[in-house]
């Protein structure tokens, strides 16, 4: 059976008598819709629900019966308002004597414009109930048939393809020259919202984007709806639309239609796969947000173990217990046993959860280790890998709500996502996995132990003689640049030191850290020296979580003369 993609289309159909067009029309093009294969929410009177369920399945179809009265519930902060303009002569005579206002659906009909209108408001309810549990939403006309052919929806497939387009707000618009008004508002007011002048209009009849983004988008629609409303103005919901994009070009990314306005434009790019958005306007770029879509992105997860299987098994029944960190991931054992039993025993388990194993022949210590998985991801298609050591463990959900020595908690929901989103959104070279271990804490600069002298006394001028003995209680603290939240997990940048310590690691970031640069013999403090100096010097963007999910579990212990760095 084929996954399921990643995508929620809405829509809904309702009789509103509306003239030259009979609604048997509107039924034979929602039948036509209804063969599309995706998870679809639908919003329908009871009366016409036995259409849905005369071809489509409960399992990707979710039915919200919706009277026209409902329609209008949603609508009532608009409702009077819409109505009032609707037959305000002054607004009818916009187009002038005979002109195309008067006879236009949303002057003739009561009902056009509160449904048109709350498209966006019904696209994020929908986006909120969520049924299929995706993170993109697009809504789409019920009778789009009309005007693409069918089979591009059920046959091609295109929608297969729509999922990068709607990382930011997906909007459609094509070329529009107005000189009085554009879909009956007021072509000087729409410009004065636009803050330029009006060239384009974006269609209502497919828009959309991720859960967050139809969030802002709703917001923003709401005021603006409300806003000129009260101000007598009013269009369609393509009038609000094209404010949004003009407002926020780099939020509300377009596709240029043709001057007719159809969709099928769009739809015949997917299918080809020459779609490209209008550019964003150069004094905007800066304000895009990155992407933290992780559709298509490859994460490469690295254990290191050595001689004791059932350490290995303790650390993949920790990481079990957390999703995306075994199933997402391509995985590689790096078997750096010496004992033949061991190793194939380690070969079962690798079967087991599906790891490659590679047995290096060697103890190569902990450092020979690292180096073997810097260097085969660098050889790797992945973008992001993760290395652990099999005592690496990780604090399973009964934690939830117990904190380490700084205060900070031990179990991260969904922690997967969430440092991969904050490596896109802060382009991080790495991100350490704990604040807290076992015998440091990230508050204290632990590269000052290690950096040359010459180092130290050019950084800390003050405070540049190390102890004669063990640590020195005022050793130096990290500086931190800035603290970030990216749902509900927290993380500091700045000046982090590298250790050999959990972290995810982008492709940029290990080439800058383990490639470009070798030693023959890597310490962990000759790599903590070198990178605490990239950092410094710009070259290295690290940063760490607020959080000490990591938990230090060594259950079986070799002799001090088999631990290794090299």
Known sequence: MEPKLDLTIV????????????????????????????????????????????????????????????????????????????????????????????????????WYNPIVMSKMFMLHDASIWDPFTTEHFIWLDAGISNTVYENYFSQN??????????????????????TDEIHGFKFN??????????????????????????????????????????????????????????????????????????????????????????????????????????????????????????????????????????????????????DEESRIKNREIADKYGFEHIITGKNGGICGGRQLAAEHFHESDSDFYIFLEDDMCIHDPSTKGEFCRNGFRFYIDNLYNKIHKIMLKEDLDFLKLSYTEVYMDNNIQVSWYNVPQHIRSEVWPDYDKLPEHGLDP?????????????????????????????????????????????????????WMSYMFQESMKGNLNPGILLASPVNHNRIAHYKPEERREN
């Not at 639908?42 to 919200?64: A, C, G, H, M």
């Open 157 to 178: 497939r295109v929608l297969d393809k729509i999922i990068p387009y709607l990382s930011s707000f997906l909007f459609l618009s094509y070329p529009y020259q107005a």
């Open 189 to 338: 007011r729409i410009n004065a919202y636009c803050e330029d002048t009006a060239k384009y209009v974006c269609r209502g009849g497919l828009f959309g984007g991720t859960k967050k983004t139809i969030h802002e988008a709703n917001g923003l629609y709401y005021s603006l709806l409300q806003r000129s409303l009260d101000e007598g103005l009013m269009g369609t919901e393509e009038s609000v639309f094209l404010i949004m994009a003009y407002l926020y070009p780099e939020i509300y990314r377009r596709f240029a239609l043709d001057e007719n306005g159809l969709i099928i434009k769009f739809i015949q790019a997917l299918d080809q796969g020459t779609v490209e958005l209008e550019p964003v306007p150069e004094k905007r770029v800066s304000l895009i947000q990155k992407s933290l879509n992780l559709d298509g992105i490859k994460t490469s997860l690295y254990v290191l173990t050595f001689n004791f299987p059932h350490q290995l098994q303790t650390l993949i029944d920790s990481y079990e217990k957390h999703p995306n960190f075994l199933d997402k991931t391509r995985k590689i054992l790096l078997d750096n046993s010496t």
């Open 474 to 526: 005022r050793a130096p603290r990290t500086r931190f640049d800035k603290i970030e939240v990216l749902e509900d997990l927290s993380y500091i940048t700045g000046e982090i030191y590298y250790a050999n310590w959990p972290m995810i690691v982008s492709k940029k970031g290990n080439q800058k850290m383990f490639i470009d640069v070798k030693w023959n013999h890597p310490y962990e403090q000759t």
């Open 11 to 110: 829509t809904g159909l309702w009789n509103i008598n509306r003239q030259g067009r009979p609604f048997e029309h509107y039924i034979e093009h929602f039948k036509k819709f209804l063969d599309m294969p995706y998870n679809l929410f639908i919003y329908i009177p009871q009366e016409y629900e036995y259409l849905v369920w005369e071809k489509r399945s409960r399992d990707n179809t979710f039915v919200k019966i919706y009277e026209l009265e409902d329609v209008k519930r949603l609508y009532d902060p608009f409702w009077d308002k819409t109505q009032k303009i609707r037959t305000n002569p002054e607004w009818l005579n916009l187009t002038g004597e005979g002109g195309w206002l008067p006879g236009s659906p949303q002057a003739s009909l009561e």
